[in-house]
């Protein structure tokens, strides 16, 4: 799929991660058997390199393609199990939906640097994962060999859904062209057709947070415990700060800690600075050499009834300063006192959002509640044509309405419910497509049940939405026996070897 966008060119494999917000990856440990052998990354490279410096380029290429996207990935731990262990595309709990891992390939003359997968549905584990050449010249910077950073943006990309660019200056160009500092124009035009561009939060789109005068107020989120959490809020620049303000509770002697969490969130390496009413400093912890971590401040200099501010930044100037977070306030210990002072009210500033209460529900079940669980799910029969289901609801903010269909051709199938989140699943629960109210997915083979879950996209009730599933253009296909669950042709995108000229 070839586009064009201002006179460059990039092309879309076609694949993307269902799930864009929490994209995960880690790297495979030696004597795991990977695509070309066994697999000896960790020893070759801590020996070339040192360990934590080249997981650094890694993570760092990642970020890179992070910084441009409307995507987060975040880092987690892997296990000895092989590559292409049967499992979940996304989100399997073994390891990274992304997998690093490298081995001498049998040919010492072979010209591959690295090898990618594209995302699912190519494969089931394997989408996505990555192999080096460890018999390749790697260096950090260049000198003579091949850049690590730059081999790794290009695979990375691959891993994202970007084929091969026909442009020789942009990263996806299918030859190694030396070192690469970023991304092309090209390139994030490329990444962005696939998952648009990275978004302002829903308290930034507000015009909240961007300021001292527009600090976030968590206050009432605090409840009996003293404790909340604030998510879905992201740096989306370098440089960029984002503000948060508490109001102290009545219980003299209290400690307050404010956590930045991007720990299995995203690869966000955050500060956190903590400031007085007066604009005094209280305390700040950053780790400039981590990404996907968690920085706390902690301070006994509390008191009862004042206001406290929170401004949350990158650690580093580079794309580690971008990425989604959470943020973590408790307050704890002190005792109640006997006859507590009257504190003079505190009046918020205009424009500073005060988290709203938790209001109960008005809106009532529909008439196929509970179907909660694939279990329970609604069955709609065959849809040879199109059906729609009226009247329906979410009740709740958690509500799941599950529902089960079976194709009557091959071809492209449609399912709308307009405001809603939609995620369709395999027999399996193998989740095969998400969006939010619209989404179509190819379906290869005739009669093949597949599970629908609408669930609230914004976090609110639904009083009335519709389902309607349809054939798009179904058609015959002359296929094999391919079970859903089985792995599809996988598709490698290799980059050999070209000497600059």
């Known amino acids: 799929m070839l586009l064009a966008t201002v006179g460059y060119d990039y092309i879309l494999s076609g694949t993307r991660w269902v799930n864009p917000s929490h994209i995960t990856y880690s790297v495979a440990p030696d004597g795991v058997l990977w695509d070309h052998g066994t697999s000896n990354l960790n020893a070759a490279f801590n020996a070339k390199f040192g360990n934590g410096v080249w997981q650094r380029q890694f993570a760092l290429a990642l970020a890179t393609w992070q910084s441009v996207a409307n995507i987060n990935i975040a880092q987690v731990s892997d296990s000895a199990l092989g590559f292409g262990t049967f499992g979940k595309s996304q989100g399997d709990p073994r390891f990274g939906d992304i997998r690093l891992g490298g081995a001498p390939f049998s040919n010492s003359s072979n010209p591959t640097l690295a ?6 549905p190519q ?11 460890t018999t390749k010249n790697f260096t ?9 950073y730059s081999v790794l943006l290009h695979e990375t990309g691959h891993a994202l859904g970007l084929d091969h660019s026909l442009n020789p200056n942009t990263v996806m160009f299918a030859n190694y062209e030396g070192v690469r500092a970023g991304l092309r124009p090209e390139d994030i035009a490329g990444i962005q057709a696939i998952y648009g561009p990275r978004t302002l939060d829903a308290y930034q789109a507000r015009g909240l947070g961007l300021g001292w005068s527009s600090a976030i107020d968590v206050t009432a989120g605090l409840g009996s415990v003293r404790q909340t959490t604030v998510g879905n809020v992201a740096l989306n620049s370098i440089g960029a700060t984002e503000y948060f303000t508490v109001i102290a509770p009545s219980t003299p002697g209290a400690t307050l800690q404010v956590t930045a969490a991007a720990g299995n969130v995203s690869l966000l390496s955050p500060k956190i600075s903590l400031y007085d009413g007066a604009g005094n400093l209280l305390g700040a912890a950053a780790n400039p050499s981590a990404w996907s971590n968690n920085v706390s401040v902690t301070t006994a200099q509390i008191v009862p009834g004042q206001r406290y501010f929170v401004a949350v930044t990158g650690a580093t100037s580079d794309a580690f300063a971008i990425g989604a977070y959470q943020l973590q306030v408790a307050f704890t210990g002190g005792t109640s006192p006997n006859n507590p002072a009257v504190t003079p009210p505190q009046v918020t500033p205009p424009g500073m959002i005060t988290a709203p209460p938790v209001i109960g529900s008005k809106v009532g079940p529909d008439r196929f509640e ?4 694939f279990a329970l799910a609604t069955n709609l029969g065959a849809v040879p044509g199109a059906v729609t ?6 009740d709740t903010s958690s509500d799941l309405d599950n529902f089960i269909f079976r194709n009557g051709k091959a071809g492209v199938y449609r399912v709308t419910a307009t405001g809603a989140a939609i995620r369709i699943f395999d027999g ?5 497509a998400a969006g939010t109210g619209d989404v179509s997915i190819r379906i290869f083979k005739p009669r093949t049940s597949l599970y629908v879950q609408i669930s609230s996209a914004t976090g609110t009730e639904n009083a009335n939405y519709s389902l309607i599933v349809s054939a798009k253009n ?5 296929t094999a026996s391919v079970k859903v669950r089985r792995p ?10 070209r000497p600059r000229v």
């Open 115 to 120: 090898i990618g997968y594209y995302p699912p």
């Open 123 to 133: 494969g089931t584990t394997e989408a996505g994962d990555l192999e080096i050449n």
């Open 140 to 148: 950090i910077g260049g000198g003579g060999g091949y850049d690590l």
């Open 370 to 373: 509970s179907n909660n669980t």
């Open 389 to 394: 289901v009226a009247n329906l609801t979410l």
């Open 428 to 432: 399996y629960g193998n989740q095969l």
């Open 474 to 478: 179904a058609r015959a296909v002359a």
């Open 488 to 497: 599809l042709h996988r598709q490698l995108a290799l980059w050999a070897v």
